[in-house]
């Protein structure tokens, strides 16, 4: 069964408006994290957020901030005031287990951002 | 600056060909990833290791092994490389909350 699930292939927004990336999850461990991570054409994988499942506030780095909804197992990302250096692929991951941590990401999202 | 280093950015290789993927991190990181990434599937799990001698089946470990001898270096290892095992390969290690990854290595298999 998906782990990680990113339900939008694809995305267009224009610039200077908000975006929200899809994340659905699945785990009955209690003790997970969630990650977001942009793929720009070059390939790198740029970290962006991080949001532990007993934090009791979303987490924010700037433009970037996480939804998170436990009961609902969601984990959206919300871009505000998207930038044309915005578009690229945005993968939602997780982390489950206890010592043995596995990290899990999600099939990914491409954003584009237009004038 | 915390670095992941992949040995190699391009790699060709001929189908049967036993072929190493090597990643070293200085991080002093406990816990190496192995994926591969292909369109439209994202980043799959191939193996991952929580310490020296210690891994973990991923999700697609089917034609791979890998080795953990030392702390910084995480080797993946194609026993007899095919053409599905084309892709782009991407080491990461972690620690609790980012994980870092190296500039991945593209594989083909002729």
């Known amino acids: 069964a998906q782990k990680i699930t990113q339900t939008q292939p694809g995305m267009f927004v224009q610039e200077k408006e908000a975006v929200t990336l899809d994340c659905t999850y699945d785990t009955s461990d209690p003790s997970y994290g969630l990650f977001w991570y942009k793929q720009p054409s070059s390939g790198e994988m740029i970290f962006l957020i991080y949001?532990?499942?007993?934090?009791?506030q979303n987490a924010t780095e700037g433009r970037y901030s996480l939804n998170f909804q436990k009961a609902r197992k969601s984990a959206n990302l919300v871009i505000s005031a998207s930038q044309l250096g915005d578009s690229a692929m945005y993968f939602c991951a997780m982390r489950e287990g206890l010592g043995t941590d596995k990290l899990i990401f999600g099939t990914g999202t491409r954003l584009q951002v237009f004038p | 600056d915390v670095k992941v280093t992949q040995s190699s950015r391009y790699l060709v290789k001929r189908t049967g060909e036993k072929v190493f993927l090597e990643c070293v991190q200085d991080m002093d990181h406990e816990n190496m990833f192995w994926y591969r990434q292909d369109p439209g599937l994202g980043l799959r799990l191939i193996y991952f290791?929580?310490?020296?001698?210690?891994?973990e089946k991923g999700d697609i470990p089917e034609g791979y092994s890998v080795s953990r001898e030392k702390k910084e270096r995480f080797s993946l290892i194609l026993e007899s490389a095919s053409t599905n095992q084309t892709s782009m390969y991407l080491c990461a290690s972690r620690v609790s909350t980012e994980a870092f990854f190296g500039q991945g290595t593209r594989l083909t298999v002729v």
């Open positions: 290791s929580y310490d020296v001698k210690m891994k």
């Open positions: 949001q532990g499942s007993y934090d009791q």
